[in-house]
Nanobody, 116 residues
Framework: QVQLVESGGGLVQPGGSLRLSCAASGFTFSMYVMRWYRQAPGKERELVAAITSDGGSTNYADSVKGRFTISRDNAKNTVYLQMNSLKPEDTAVYYC?????????WGQGTQVTVSS
């Protein structure tokens, strides 16, 4: 079965950095677009970044452009989200996502808190 396991969240001061990881299993990782979403308290889940199956193309929400970088290692079945210059408004639970056979798969999420 498809499994997505996020890690790397935590508490960081404004201006700091974190690197999130999502380890995937149960499907042919190298064939699928991967995405990172986030959900802040009281808000809807929003798409943060996406990367094509070969890593050749990426897309970002306007709110994170120039600060976040999505990447993947198909040999390790892992997708990453490097987050720099973090702001308090980046505080959220971050989820890894893929769509396979018209079904959306989610990880359990990892909490990112940006606070002084």
């Amino acid at each position: 079965q498809v499994q997505l396991v996020e890690s790397g969240g935590g508490l960081v001061q404004p201006g700091g950095s974190l690197r999130l990881s999502c380890a995937a299993s149960g499907f042919t990782f190298s064939m699928y677009v991967m995405r990172w979403y986030r959900q802040a308290p009281g808000k809807e889940r929003e798409l943060v970044a996406a990367i094509t199956s070969d890593g050749g193309s990426t897309n970002y929400a306007d709110s994170v452009k120039g600060r976040f970088t999505i990447s993947r290692d198909n040999a390790k079945n892992t997708v990453y989200l490097q987050m720099n210059s973090l702001k308090p408004e980046d505080t959220a639970v971050y989820y890894c996502n893929t769509i396979r056979r018209n079904y959306m798969y989610w990880g359990q999420g990892t909490q990112v808190t940006v606070s002084s």
